[in-house]
Every structure is written in structure tokens, then in C-alpha cells.
């Protein structure tokens, strides 16, 4: 059966066949990267030279969302009693200068984050947030040593020189805030 609309001797699927195939060029050449798999686009440079070098490190969930707190009894009994979350008990660290709280939230956590002393670097963030206020969000990645490599290759500032061990017993590396779209990122080893 032969189509009824023909454009110089082609035929409706041919033609919207063609179009299609032009389309989908011309989208890989304008955005490469929105169809390539976010995998084998992170990659270290230094390797990425290599044949068959694949993905180095991944990001992964969301962990937690940090919340500075002047007063942690009063945040934790708000979560709580207010909102019904499921809020854990206060855990001293003072390795990193503070009391945390967490907040069960199904599919992610909050960090209720309370200074342990003056010298804190919570203490400062809230001398200049008196209500408190967001501090950080908390990523997962699959391989933090290769993430840290990856990073300063990248000019990513890191706040430390090598990862700490942070609230949940696992490695983590902060990156600077002006490296980050102005917010603090915390990587957390999954």
C-alpha cells in the first residue's frame, strides 16, 4: 500500500524515520552528557587515559541533611513530639566538637548538630545563625579514597587532609562551601 503524503518521493515513515534518526544526532552532539550513563562520566583523569578504564568512584543516596541547633533538647523534643519522627539519643563526639541527635526519617536522616564547646566549629556557624540553621548535606560514595583523588584533580577543596571517621563509624571528607554551589558537602564512605 502505497502513503498518501510523500515529500519529494519519500514516504511518511520514511521521512519521520529519518527525522527521528537527525533528532536523536543531533541530541548526542549538542548533550553528550545527558546520554551518557552518569558511570563512565566520573572518571580520574590520570586513569581515564587508559583503555578500559572504568568508573572510579559513584555517588550514592542521600545520607542525612545536617541541622545546627542552639538548643538540642528543644530540637530533638520538636522532631519528636511535635512531628512524631523517630529521634535517637544524643552521642557526644568530641573528636569533631559536637553532640549529635539523629532523625529517622524513612529514606534519609537528619543531623540535629549541637556545639561541645566555644572552640566548635559549630559554635562559630552559630554565632553567626543565632536560630541555627542548615549546615551540611551528607552524600554517599562508593570509594572515598578514590573520591579525594578525584576531587583535588578537580580543584575540589577539601576541608581536611585525609578522610575522618565521622558520626556513623565510617569515613568522611567535607568539600568547601565555595566549591559547592555555597553549600557544605560532606561525603560519607557507603
Not at 527521528?20 to 548526542?28: A, I, Y
Not at 511535635?82 to 529517622?104: C, D, I, Q, R
Request: with cysteine.
Amino acid at each position: 500500500m502505497q502513503s498518501f503524503f510523500t515529500v519529494r518521493g519519500i514516504s511518511a515513515s520514511s521521512l519521520s524515520k529519518l527525522l527521528k534518526e537527525q533528532l536523536n544526532s543531533l541530541r548526542e552532539r549538542l548533550f553528550p552528557r545527558l546520554w551518557t550513563p552518569v558511570s563512565t562520566v566520573r572518571t580520574c583523569t590520570s586513569l581515564s587515559s587508559h583503555p578500559g578504564a572504568g568508573p572510579v568512584w559513584n555517588l550514592g543516596r542521600l545520607n542525612h541533611v545536617a541541622i545546627a541547633v542552639p538548643d538540642l533538647e528543644k530540637a530533638r523534643a520538636f522532631y519528636k513530639n511535635v512531628l512524631g519522627a523517630e529521634v535517637g539519643e544524643p552521642v557526644p563526639l568530641p573528636e569533631h566538637g559536637v553532640s549529635v541527635v539523629f532523625v529517622n526519617l524513612g529514606n534519609t536522616k537528619m543531623e540535629l548538630l549541637h556545639p561541645l564547646g566555644s572552640d566548635s566549629p559549630i559554635a562559630g556557624f552559630l554565632k553567626k545563625n543565632k536560630a541555627g540553621g542548615m549546615h551540611h548535606v551528607c552524600i554517599e560514595v562508593d570509594n572515598i579514597n578514590v573520591a579525594v583523588m578525584d576531587l583535588k584533580e578537580k580543584k575540589i577543596r577539601i576541608l581536611s587532609e585525609e578522610a575522618k571517621i565521622g558520626a556513623h563509624g565510617k569515613p568522611v571528607i567535607f568539600l568547601h562551601p565555595s566549591d559547592c554551589g555555597g553549600v557544605l558537602v560532606e561525603l560519607e564512605q557507603a
